[in-house]
């Protein structure tokens, strides 16, 4: 029987609650596939961890990180934490330190899912997102000058390396080889002189490799209307670290809200482990009263399915999520429900049980 390794990483707020729910589904799927199995190694990382030990991980750990076939990060930040210490010294020491360069985040509307646009078909809202994850504008480039000065200069520099750009922009052209799908680049090349016309540059070079791929290309604030006015518009999309950022919770946003948004880091090579989140954040203001909604991170375990070669079960994980929704008896307050976090997390067990509905 083949076992994964999974190295768990609740973290903050209302992290620990919903990873908890979706162990329970992958131990529900483990258990009804039969051939598979799953080890899980849970590490105290976070916003208290640093209080306490002035450090957001281990400093070996990446190393203690490095043996597991994948992560599921449960969510970063706290009050007391400055947000570019528990991101920068955690979430994006892991994506740098492993190469997790490909960020995939599905914006799918599922049935039973609330979409705040009119006269919107979930047919409609159906693309993924395929966003730069090493470099660009959260490279941590830059400089701070005569800090505290009246002549104070803060530089930021976006990092695109030619390695970088066409690795990530490859990537997305062959997926949308595979699933027969369109390929839309979002830069911003008529204010971004360098950076962005390098990646439209790229993106052209790239795509002379795939004349079977429909292309096309927007300016991100064009692309932002078009997520609302015109999903359809978009299957598969590649963009920059910080566009890819804000275009998925806007993404979020149409497809159900935050509490249906999940993340996959992944390292395409496998030499080292992937990692799987919900990226709604660590709520704090809602930890610990179990009202939190699990269905993200359950998501992100579709997602992990699917990068393990169980597309099937990560299916079965979806249209277990859908059917919960459509049941609309046992969602959690965000979603105009009264069920606790972890009855949620039931209900998708019970789903891919095969039971009846409640």
């Avoid at 529900?28 to 976070?46: N, R, V, Y």
Wanted: net charge negative; aromatic share 10%.
């Amino acid at each position: 029987m083949k076992q994964y390794k999974i190295a768990v990483v609740p973290g903050d707020g209302i992290g620990p609650e919903v990873l908890a729910e979706g162990i329970k589904v992958l131990h529900k799927i483990a258990q009804l596939a039969g051939d598979f199995s799953f080890e899980f190694t849970t590490f105290p990382w976070g916003c208290q961890y640093y209080l306490e030990q002035g450090k957001m991980m281990d400093e070996d750990g990446l190393q203690k990180l490095k043996k597991f076939d994948a992560i599921y990060l449960g969510a970063v930040g706290y009050p007391g934490v400055p947000d570019h210490i528990s991101l920068g010294e955690l979430l994006l020491k892991i994506r740098k330190g492993f190469d997790q360069y490909v960020n995939i985040r599905p914006v799918k509307l599922l049935n039973g899912a609330p979409c705040p646009l009119k006269n919107i078909s979930r047919e409609q809202i159906d693309m993924i997102v395929i966003r730069e994850n090493s470099e660009g504008e959260y490279a941590g480039a830059g400089d701070w000058l005569f800090k505290g000065k009246p002549e104070e200069v803060v530089l930021q520099t976006g990092v695109f390396s030619r390695k970088g750009t066409e690795r990530i922009i490859r990537y997305a052209y062959e997926l949308a080889r595979t699933t027969g799908k369109t390929l839309t680049s979002i830069s911003k090349g008529n204010a971004l002189i360098y950076s962005m016309v390098f990646w439209d540059q790229v993106f052209k070079e790239v795509g002379q490799e795939y004349p079977d791929v429909k292309t096309n290309s927007y300016l991100v604030d064009a692309a932002s209307m078009f997520f609302v006015k015109e999903p359809e518009r978009f299957q598969i999309v590649v963009t920059s670290n910080l566009f890819g950022d804000i275009l998925t919770d806007l993404g979020a946003a149409i497809a159900g809200g935050m509490g249906l948004a999940a993340g996959a880091n992944v390292n395409p090579e496998g030499v080292y482990p992937s990692m799987f989140e919900p990226i709604h954040g660590s709520a704090p203001d809602i930890a610990g009263k179990e009202i939190a909604n699990p269905l993200a991170a359950i998501w992100s375990v579709s997602q992990m399915l699917d990068h393990f070669g169980y597309e099937a079960w990560g299916k079965k994980v979806l249209a277990a999520i859908e059917q919960v929704m459509v049941e609309a008896n046992c969602l959690t307050p965000d979603m105009g429900g009264t069920a606790k976090t972890s009855e949620v997390g039931d209900r998708v067990a019970a789903i891919l049980s095969g039971q009846s509905s409640k």
